[in-house]
């Protein structure tokens, strides 16, 4: 993926049009770059998959 895709999964993400994104295990640094930059970063839950891909979600409350 491209990093203007993984801004518009983002948004769609935070917007509520999707409820989770799967990012695979050559996309996550890429990905985890951008979203670790972000305001609401702590809102963000990745879950680890077999194979080193994750799964991330968006929280209402952020993570503590």
Do not use: C, P
């Not at 809102?43 to 194979?51: N, S």
């Amino acid at each position: 993926m491209e990093q203007n895709e993984f801004l518009q999964v983002i948004d769609q993400l935070v917007n509520g049009e999707i409820l989770e994104i799967h990012i695979k295990k050559d996309d996550f640094l890429a990905f985890r770059q951008i979203i670790v930059n972000r305001d609401d970063f702590k809102h963000f839950r990745g879950i680890a998959k077999h194979g080193g891909d994750v799964t991330y979600t968006y929280l209402e409350e952020a993570r503590s």
